[in-house]
């Protein structure tokens, strides 16, 4: 018996709201799909993919997903056009604020299962709201302020990893004292050259001035020719002064990613590297004598405390999972991803941190990632990168000012009042 078209279409309609999966019914058909866009591709795509993959055979609802690094204009010329993605993974806060102060993110507050705000914590939480409202959930985070070095170098010339920045100083003499040169420091990053530097400006005042300061420097409230601001910038030039390994013009061309299998050389080019915890993803691809690296043998990391005692603050960055569109499969896909079950895919494949503290600690594929994670999920405040906080202009004022610094030092203090004037006309 041949069935008319309509027939079949009528029945292929029922099935995908009853979220039941035929291919030969779902094939274009936009009920059963989730369309996601997102700054992953590579690796990352990958293991997002991978994610997904146990919810689209579970509920029969596909997930298009389309990578672009370039997201922001991707993404904008698509709201205006009338044609936005269900869902958008968004790498920093700032572009969060953005889209909500647009009107274009829809609040998940209806969306989220209750047991959401016990899972995650009030910190994590905090940063994906906008005037009270739940914007978005993070996907993954990073953990930032971190300094890598190898143990086998370490442990051949006698070195402790420090506790604080006083004894990092002295480390630094001690390399340097040695022949070696202690800071490995690559500041290259395609359109976002130079925010490496941001990173340690960051850190340090972070640690110098404490959280407050931080917060209202990030959110724009403050001069960046204060003294505070001053110092931390001073500090970081003390503590590169002459050892950076490569010199001025090497920091500025050589890749962040690249610069750190310098600690893995013999003799080692650089001895100390400073980055975020995504890190490993790069030094897990440097193979030594024809082997990968071991997390743990071949490379581990040290945290430096506080200036300010009493202060446990986390420098963080992180990607982020917001709505555009509000379908029962978007609804679905986002409830599925804050799960535990969702983060630790992600979690074993490596180069992942969730803010989940219900992803058990041996979900993470080896003890440096257990130990970032047991971190994250201590920490009773979290700060998010602060250059990923600044609007545009600031943001980018902010790299430039760092490549600057480096090439020459001595104009500190007319590259902070060139940022005084950006900053008071960005806000």
């Given at each position: 018996m041949i069935v008319p078209v309509r027939r079949i279409a009528a029945i292929c309609l029922?099935?995908?709201?009853?979220?039941?999966?035929l291919p030969s019914c779902s094939e274009g058909d936009t009920a059963g799909t989730v369309?996601?866009?997102?700054?992953?591709?590579?690796?990352?795509?990958?293991?997002?993919?991978?994610?997904?993959?146990?919810?689209?055979?579970?509920?029969?609802?596909?997930?298009?997903?389309?990578?672009?690094?370039?997201?922001?204009?991707?993404?904008?010329?698509?709201?205006?056009n009338g044609t936005p993605p269900d869902l958008v993974a968004l790498s920093t806060p700032g572009e969060l604020l953005d889209l909500s102060a647009r009107g274009a993110l829809l609040s998940l507050d209806s969306v989220l299962e209750p047991?959401?705000?016990k899972q995650y914590g009030s910190e994590w939480l905090r940063l994906g709201q906008d005037k009270g409202k739940q914007k978005a959930i993070f996907v993954k985070?990073?953990?930032?302020?971190?300094?890598?070095?190898?143990?086998?170098?370490?442990?051949?010339?006698?070195?402790?990893?420090?506790?604080?920045?006083?004894?990092?100083?002295?480390?630094?003499?001690?390399?340097?004292?040695?022949?070696?040169?202690?800071?490995?420091?690559?500041?290259?990053?395609?359109s976002t050259s130079g925010w490496?530097?941001?990173?340690?400006?960051?850190?340090?005042?972070?640690?110098?001035?404490?959280?407050?300061?931080?917060?209202r420097w990030s959110q724009g409230q403050l001069e960046w020719t204060s003294q505070k601001v001053k110092q931390a910038w001073e500090t970081w030039g003390k503590i590169i002064n002459d050892s950076v390994a490569g010199g001025p013009l090497g920091v500025l061309l050589t890749n962040f990613g690249n610069v750190g299998n310098g600690m893995?050389?013999?003799?080692?080019?650089?001895?100390?590297?400073?980055?975020?915890?995504?890190?490993?993803?790069?030094?897990?691809?440097?193979?030594?004598?024809?082997?990968?690296?071991?997390?743990?043998?071949?490379?581990?990391?040290?945290?430096?405390?506080p200036d300010n005692p009493g202060t446990s603050t986390q420098e963080v960055a992180g990607d982020l999972l917001g709505m555009f569109r509000d379908t029962p499969a978007a609804r679905?896909?986002?409830?599925?991803?804050?799960?535990?079950?969702?983060?630790?895919?992600?979690?074993?494949?490596?180069?992942?941190?969730?803010?989940?503290?219900e992803v058990p600690l041996d979900a993470y594929p080896d003890t440096v990632s257990r130990k970032v994670a047991q971190i994250a999920v201590d920490a009773t405040d979290v700060e998010f990168?602060?250059?990923?906080?600044?609007?545009?202009?600031?943001?980018?004022?902010?790299?430039?000012?760092?490549?600057?610094?480096?090439?020459?030092?001595?104009?500190?203090?007319?590259?902070?009042e060139n940022l005084e004037k950006v900053r008071k006309l960005t806000y």
């Open positions: 029922t099935l995908l709201l009853a979220s039941v999966w369309t996601v866009f997102g700054p992953w591709t590579g690796p990352e795509q990958d293991s997002f993919l991978a994610m997904v993959r146990p919810f689209e055979v579970r509920t029969g609802i596909r997930v298009r997903y389309e990578g672009a690094r370039d997201l922001d204009a991707v993404v904008t010329s698509r709201l205006q047991q959401m705000a985070v990073a953990l930032k302020g971190l300094v890598w070095y190898s143990p086998t170098s370490f442990q051949a010339a006698g070195y402790q990893p420090p506790a604080d920045w006083t004894s990092l100083a002295d480390l630094t003499h001690r390399i340097q004292a040695a022949g070696g040169r202690p800071w490995c420091l690559g500041l290259e990053s395609s490496p530097g941001t990173d340690w400006v960051e850190d340090i005042l972070l640690h110098q001035a404490g959280p407050e300061f931080y917060r893995f050389t013999d003799p080692p080019r650089c001895t100390l590297d400073h980055e975020a915890s995504f890190i490993t993803d790069f030094y897990k691809r440097y193979k030594r004598d024809g082997h990968p690296l071991v997390a743990g043998k071949d490379f581990d990391f040290f945290q430096l405390q679905r896909l986002v409830r599925y991803i804050a799960t535990p079950e969702a983060q630790q895919i992600w979690v074993r494949r490596g180069g992942a941190i969730s803010p989940n503290h990168d602060a250059s990923d906080l600044m609007p545009a202009a600031m943001q980018t004022a902010f790299y430039q000012a760092v490549l600057a610094y480096i090439a020459d030092p001595g104009r500190l203090e007319s590259l902070l």
